[in-house]
C-alpha cells in the first residue's frame, strides 16, 4: 500500500505548538533545527527525516501520525473524516487551527484504537 507525508497537518501542528512565540524562540528550544528551516516546515514542506524525528518528539507525537495510506486517503465516511470535514467548514477556525484539531483527534483516536493489520 502506497503512504504519503500529510505536510500541512504536519504544519499545522507545528504551528500551534509554536502560538505566538517567535520562532528563533522555538528553534533554540528544540535544538539542532535552525529557523529557515521551522519557517519551510511551516509552509507545508518536506523535512528531513533527522528533522521530522525531532519535531515529532517536540510535539510528543509519534511520527506514523503524518504518514498516511492513500488508501485511507481516498476512503470517505470515517468518523475522523467527517469531524474534519466539519472542523474545516467552520468559518470560525483558522484553517491551520482546525488541522492542528485533526491531528491531535487522529492522535487520540490511534492511542486508543488497536493496530490494524492489512
Not at 507525537?61 to 486517503?73: A, C, G, H, S, V
Not at 465516511?77 to 470535514?85: D, M, P
Not at 483558522?94 to 493496530?115: F, G, K
Amino acid at each position: 500500500m502506497a503512504r504519503y507525508f500529510d505536510a500541512y497537518q504536519f504544519a499545522a501542528m507545528v504551528k500551534s505548538k509554536r502560538g505566538e512565540r517567535g520562532l528563533r524562540e522555538v528553534a533554540s528550544e528544540i535544538g539542532s533545527v535552525s529557523i529557515s528551516t521551522l519557517s519551510r516546515i511551516e509552509n507545508e514542506h518536506i523535512p528531513d527525516l533527522e528533522t521530522f524525528f525531532l519535531l515529532c518528539d517536540w510535539l510528543c507525537l509519534p511520527p506514523r501520525l503524518f504518514l498516511k495510506d492513500t488508501q485511507e486517503k481516498e476512503e470517505a465516511g470515517s468518523t475522523i473524516e467527517r469531524i474534519a470535514a466539519l472542523l474545516r467548514a467552520d468559518g470560525m477556525l483558522e484553517a491551520w487551527r482546525a488541522e492542528a484539531l485533526i491531528a491531535m483527534l487522529e492522535a487520540a483516536y490511534l492511542a486508543v484504537t488497536p493496530y490494524k493489520k492489512k
